[in-house]
């Protein structure tokens, strides 16, 4: 059974940090590309930054520059470390992992964490 559980979320104020967490059961995690999705009200849920196998990293236009995607095979975690916050940052942060990465970008896996919330506020 695959569990996805994300942490780290929390209240800042703009031009603050924050570090989330998730870590990944069930899965052979140093064979899988994870990635970092957020929803904001209102809006679909949007691909935030993807790491591959290799460690190569991919990231929403919005966000470069701000925002690191890293893993650490080891714990079977992987960690977004966000910084220079806006108020539009603010979302429901999820974790995803194991889905294909074709050409034209990830596709995500049926296996979601609960997400955690991040609130930036102005």
């Known amino acids: 059974q695959v569990q996805v559980v994300e942490s780290g979320g929390g209240l800042v104020q703009a031009g603050g940090s924050l570090r989330l967490s998730c870590t990944a059961s069930g899965i052979i995690f140093r064979l899988n590309t994870m990635a970092w999705y957020r929803q904001a009200p209102g809006k679909q849920r949007e691909l935030v930054a993807t790491i591959t196998i290799g460690g190569s990293t991919n990231y929403e236009d919005s966000v470069k520059g701000r925002f690191t995607i890293s893993r650490d095979n080891a714990k079977n975690t992987v960690y977004l470390q966000m910084n220079s916050l806006k108020p539009e940052d603010t979302a429901v942060y999820y974790c995803?992992?194991?889905?294909?990465?074709?050409?034209?970008?990830?596709?995500?896996?049926?296996?979601w964490g609960q997400g955690t919330q991040v609130t930036v506020s102005s």
């Open positions: 995803n992992g194991g889905g294909p990465y074709y050409s034209s970008g990830y596709q995500p896996s049926p296996y």
